[in-house]
């Protein structure tokens, strides 16, 4: 059972290994299927396979925290589902369930930001065939790739209020868990101190303007998100709709 163990001395994972490749191989790859074949996605009834990813996320969510449990790793300083990620993760699963078009446009952000980039720069130990391999990646590509398919085949669409929603969502969301933090003697989200290790927050100012700094290159992206999916009316449709005597005959 090393496999589901606490020790990665034989799995130990590199960033941009053979099993990493594979990894944004499979990212990119399921990227292009989806829009590839978006329209025949959309002729057919997918509910059954929405209903499946969403269980298997929880499955796999709620076996992580067994593992931990399991080998003693599990701390309320860490193992809450405050990280980004995991927040991106809950918001898959809700978005799958309800379709629910708010939480797709919170979610189109956090995965597409915040998932995309713990798929190229992974912060984890262990390598294939590990456990904690196939949770961490899994759910990190089922977020992406549910945020796309809600996009491409379902036809949402962020819209400029997305962005203002994401900004209220955060806002209200970073009181609560910097409490959290305060109580568990926790740093989720990185609210109470930089990580140790060297990161894009180094370039960003001192504790705790780095926060506001954060936040702020967050919202940035979003926006640029925003651009790149949004819905894009022809000028034709758009002159048809702003005068609807055209179409009589």
């Known amino acids: 059972m090393e496999w589901f163990g606490r020790s990665y ?15 944004i191989g499979l990212l990119i790859i399921g990227g292009i299927l989806l829009y590839y074949y978006r329209e025949h996605l959309r002729k057919n009834q997918f509910r059954i396979g929405e209903i499946i990813i969403a269980s298997s996320l929880i499955v796999f969510e709620g076996t992580y925290h067994f593992w931990m449990i399991r080998n ?3 701390n309320i300083s860490h193992a809450l589902p405050l990280e980004l990620c995991s927040i991106s993760l809950i918001l898959t699963v809700v978005l799958l369930f309800t379709k629910k078009k708010i939480v797709y446009e919170i979610l189109i952000f956090t995965a597409l930001l915040g998932a995309s980039q713990a798929i190229f720069t992974p912060i984890v130990n262990y390598d294939f065939p590990h ?15 549910v945020a796309l398919y809600f996009t491409w085949v379902k036809e949402y669409r962020p819209t400029i209020w997305s962005v203002f929603k994401l900004f209220i969502f955060l806002n209200l969301l970073l009181p609560i868990i910097l ?5 568990v003697g926790g740093n989720y989200l990185f609210l109470n101190k930089k990580p140790p290790s060297p990161s894009l927050m180094d370039f960003l100012g001192p504790y705790p303007w780095y926060i506001l700094s954060l936040e702020g290159l967050l919202i940035g992206l979003s926006i640029i998100v925003w651009l790149i999916f949004r819905e894009k009316t022809s000028r034709k449709a758009s002159l048809k709709e702003e005068n609807p005597l055209n179409s009589r005959t």
Do not use: G, Q, V
């Open 72 to 74: 003693h790793s599990w």
């Open 131 to 145: 456990f904690r391999f196939f949770h961490f990646f899994y759910t990190h590509l089922m977020t992406i790739w």
């Open 179 to 183: 409490l959290i933090n305060n109580r």
């Open 9 to 23: 001395k034989n799995f130990d994972f590199e960033i941009f290994s053979l099993s990493h490749f594979i990894i």
